[in-house]
């Protein structure tokens, strides 16, 4: 059956040095790339992920060493979420306690426990105990022991005006079937996919909208397995939705498009292939500063500007 969900999620975060701390000490995810932001390349880009980088595992970040706070609101994302064994809330309890993160007590929500916490950007990210996932691959560099270990994205929440516009567009474009509502969140799954196969669609009418920043998610992309399953989700979208997206661009890891969804939220289409281990070896990811080839004759004065991170 063909996976489809999240690819990814891309969001803004302060200084560089404390990102990527946060997630691969504190949550223990891969660092499986270390790049910069193709358009703005005094930036740097990290994706973290599972051991090999698969989609529906990588969170994305752009570090801004003086990005003033964003602010939750209307056409944005609320929270990010992971998945742990069914087992591991009491461990990542004491863990979020020992390392001072702010966190709230363990909740059920669609009958799952969840635990909500923030980053230190004040990012809103949450673990939810998924039962009979402990023999699933996991990542383990010694931080977090392999049976605790974050396995992928379980969703993502939006908060939006109204839900079904948004809400078409998960079914018509990418796959997604409605599943269940509970108060005031209706939750979308995408087939059998499960990396990053939930989207909850939060509707909270009359609150303020979003302001962009720290601890904001920039884009969500939605997986295509291919280039021709992305011109057909592109064309669907045109010709059902009136939507159109940007050109396709070669972000040397995925290929990607761009649209604006109707609730605000920036929607990315990104492709399967080519993955992470296209320009390094597989057990050496995220090591290195890779650059994409248009950018590699600029390397020592892009090297110069970005913050130094160990
Ligand atoms: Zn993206």
């Given at each position: 059956m063909r996976q489809n969900g999240i690819h990814h999620v891309t969001a803004i975060a302060g200084p560089a040095q404390r990102n990527l701390d946060f997630y691969?000490?504190?949550?223990?995810?891969?660092?499986?790339k270390k790049t910069v932001n193709f358009d703005d390349p005094s930036t740097f880009h990290f994706y973290f992920g599972d051991e090999a980088g698969q989609p529906g595992t990588i969170l994305t970040f752009f570090p801004w060493e003086h990005a003033a706070p964003g602010r939750l609101g209307i056409g944005e994302t609320q929270e990010t979420v992971f998945r742990v064994p069914e087992g591991s809330i009491g461990y990542w309890t004491h863990r979020l306690v020992e390392k001072g993160v702010s966190h709230e007590v363990p909740q059920k929500r669609f009958g799952e426990t969840v635990l909500a916490f923030k980053d230190p950007d004040g990012m809103r990210l949450a673990l939810v105990a998924v039962p009979g996932i402990e023999g699933e691959p996991a990542w383990s560099d010694?931080?977090?022991p392999v049976e605790h270990a974050i396995r992928g994205f379980h969703s993502v929440s939006l908060l939006l005006d109204k839900a079904a516009p948004t809400g078409a567009i998960l079914t018509d474009?990418?796959?997604?079937?409605?599943?269940g509502r509970e108060e005031s969140v209706t939750r979308y799954k995408a087939g059998d996919t499960a990396l990053g196969g939930i989207v909850d669609l939060r509707e909270a009418g009359g609150f303020l909208p979003g302001r962009p920043g720290?601890?904001?998610?920039?884009h969500i992309a939605f997986r295509a397995e291919n280039d021709e399953v992305q011109a057909q989700m592109v064309e669907k979208l045109l010709r059902n939705h009136g939507i159109r997206a940007t050109e396709q661009k070669d972000r040397d890891y995925f290929r990607a498009v761009y649209f604006r969804e109707p609730g605000g939220l920036l929607f990315e289409i990104a492709t399967d292939?080519?993955?992470?281990?296209v320009d390094e070896p597989a057990d050496a990811l995220g090591q290195a500063l890779k650059l994409p080839r248009f950018l590699e004759p600029n390397r020592p004065a892009i090297e110069a500007v970005l913050p130094k991170v160990a």
């Amino acid at each position: 059956m063909r996976q489809n969900g999240i690819h990814h999620v891309t969001a803004i975060a302060g200084p560089a040095q404390r990102n990527l701390d946060f997630y691969t000490r504190t949550l223990g995810l891969r660092l499986v790339k270390k790049t910069v932001n193709f358009d703005d390349p005094s930036t740097f880009h990290f994706y973290f992920g599972d051991e090999a980088g698969q989609p529906g595992t990588i969170l994305t970040f752009f570090p801004w060493e003086h990005a003033a706070p964003g602010r939750l609101g209307i056409g944005e994302t609320q929270e990010t979420v992971f998945r742990v064994p069914e087992g591991s809330i009491g461990y990542w309890t004491h863990r979020l306690v020992e390392k001072g993160v702010s966190h709230e007590v363990p909740q059920k929500r669609f009958g799952e426990t969840v635990l909500a916490f923030k980053d230190p950007d004040g990012m809103r990210l949450a673990l939810v105990a998924v039962p009979g996932i402990e023999g699933e691959p996991a990542w383990s560099d010694g931080e977090v022991p392999v049976e605790h270990a974050i396995r992928g994205f379980h969703s993502v929440s939006l908060l939006l005006d109204k839900a079904a516009p948004t809400g078409a567009i998960l079914t018509d474009v990418f796959g997604f079937t409605e599943i269940g509502r509970e108060e005031s969140v209706t939750r979308y799954k995408a087939g059998d996919t499960a990396l990053g196969g939930i989207v909850d669609l939060r509707e909270a009418g009359g609150f303020l909208p979003g302001r962009p920043g720290a601890g904001t998610v920039h884009h969500i992309a939605f997986r295509a397995e291919n280039d021709e399953v992305q011109a057909q989700m592109v064309e669907k979208l045109l010709r059902n939705h009136g939507i159109r997206a940007t050109e396709q661009k070669d972000r040397d890891y995925f290929r990607a498009v761009y649209f604006r969804e109707p609730g605000g939220l920036l929607f990315e289409i990104a492709t399967d292939a080519p993955g992470f281990a296209v320009d390094e070896p597989a057990d050496a990811l995220g090591q290195a500063l890779k650059l994409p080839r248009f950018l590699e004759p600029n390397r020592p004065a892009i090297e110069a500007v970005l913050p130094k991170v160990a």
